[in-house]
C-alpha cells in the first residue's frame, strides 16, 4: 500500500522559512514523479512544485519559483519543500502527491496516483 505522509507545516511570520517533508512507502523512488500541491481557504488546490525523482527535473509554479525548492532524497524515500520568504497569500494546506506510474513531472494533478492527507502552513503578515 502506497503511503505519504507529510509533515513539517507551522505558523511562521511573512518572511520566514519552513522546510516540509513527504515521506513515501510502498514504493521504492526510481525513475519517479513527486509533486507537491497546495490548497488555500476557499480555492482550488494548485500545483506547487514537481520533481523527476531519478534526474532531479524540476518545476515550480511562477508563484513560488526562486523562493521555494523541491528536492528529493531516495536513500530516505523522501521529497523535501524549502520554503524561504513565505507570504501571507502562502497559506494553504499543502499536500504531497506520487506518480510511480509516470516518471515526467507535472503541475497537472489529475496525474498524480496517490496523495497524502496534508500539512497547515500558516504565515502571518
Known amino acids: 500500500e502506497v503511503q505519504l505522509v507529510e509533515s513539517g507545516g507551522g505558523l511562521v511570520q511573512a518572511g520566514g522559512s519552513l522546510r516540509l517533508s513527504c515521506a513515501v512507502s510502498g514504493f521504492i523512488f526510481d525513475d519517479d514523479a513527486i509533486g507537491w500541491f497546495r490548497q488555500a481557504p476557499g480555492k482550488e488546490r494548485e500545483g506547487v512544485a514537481c520533481i523527476r525523482t531519478r534526474y532531479g527535473s524540476r518545476y515550480y509554479a511562477d508563484s513560488v519559483n526562486g523562493r521555494f525548492t523541491i528536492s528529493n532524497d531516495n536513500a530516505k524515500n523522501t521529497v523535501y519543500l524549502q520554503m524561504n520568504s513565505l507570504k501571507p497569500e502562502d497559506t494553504a494546506v499543502y499536500y504531497c502527491?506520487?506518480?510511480?506510474?509516470?516518471?515526467?513531472?507535472?503541475?497537472?494533478?489529475?496525474?498524480?496516483?496517490?496523495w497524502g492527507q496534508g500539512t497547515q502552513v500558516t504565515v502571518s503578515s
Open positions: 502527491a506520487a506518480t510511480p506510474d509516470n516518471p515526467y513531472p507535472t503541475l497537472a494533478q489529475a496525474m498524480y496516483n496517490y
